[in-house]
């Protein structure tokens, strides 16, 4: 009988057990079309793809960002965004086997002097007029520790992309996605 009892306690911890692990997965941060540091959560509305040719290489650029690039241009103040404009998450990539027609797709490494040679991250933008007047370096790739950053690109469709990335940094963990659609500006 006692058995039988322990047995039973044991079924029903086990079955309660697993259960309760399926309620903890909604207090986790939502990652898609979001990033988070240190358990803050920072969300993405928008993608940009922006690709500069220059000596036979091509340099792209991706940014993520919560507020619209309205224009795109070389110099400070060329580049115009919505007035909602509040953070973005930058990676750049030079490519130096000539000019390419496309972001390449892959899993890349940071490596500081290679092809995945910088990231940043900015907050904080004040606007005047559709220009950014300044803003917050939150993060840039001086705090990679130990070069711990990777990003996967994945061409999901045309214009559509799935970026994935995570960071070891000085500012602890960073991790997110971003799955959509993505606008392109081409720069001489």
């Not at 911890?13 to 920072?42: H, M, R, V, W």
């Not at 490494?109 to 990231?119: A, L, P, Q, R």
């Not at 840039?140 to 992309?161: C, M, P, T, W």
């Amino acid at each position: 009988m006692k058995t039988t009892i322990y047995f039973r306690l044991l079924i029903i911890t086990l079955f309660a057990c697993s259960c309760s692990s399926n309620d903890d997965s909604n207090n986790e941060p939502n990652q898609t079309n979001s990033f988070n540091i240190n358990g803050t959560n920072y969300e993405l509305e928008n993608a940009y793809i922006i690709k500069t040719e220059l000596n036979n290489n091509t340099i792209y650029a991706i940014a993520l960002t919560k507020g619209e690039v309205l224009t795109m241009g070389n110099g400070q103040n060329e580049t115009t965004y919505s007035n909602d404009f509040s953070h973005s998450f930058s990676f750049g990539f030079q490519y130096n086997n000539g000019i390419l027609s496309e972001l390449p797709i892959g899993t890349y490494e940071y490596d500081g002097n290679g092809v995945f040679n910088s990231t940043n991250i900015k907050n904080q933008y004040v606007m005047e007029n559709n220009l950014a007047v300044s803003y917050n370096n939150v993060f840039n790739q001086s705090d990679i520790v130990a070069n711990e950053g990777r990003i996967i690109i994945a061409k999901l469709s045309d214009g559509n992309y799935n970026f994935n990335f995570n960071f070891v940094t000085a500012l602890g963990q960073i991790n997110g996605s971003y799955t959509g659609s993505t606008t392109e500006f081409v720069l001489q």
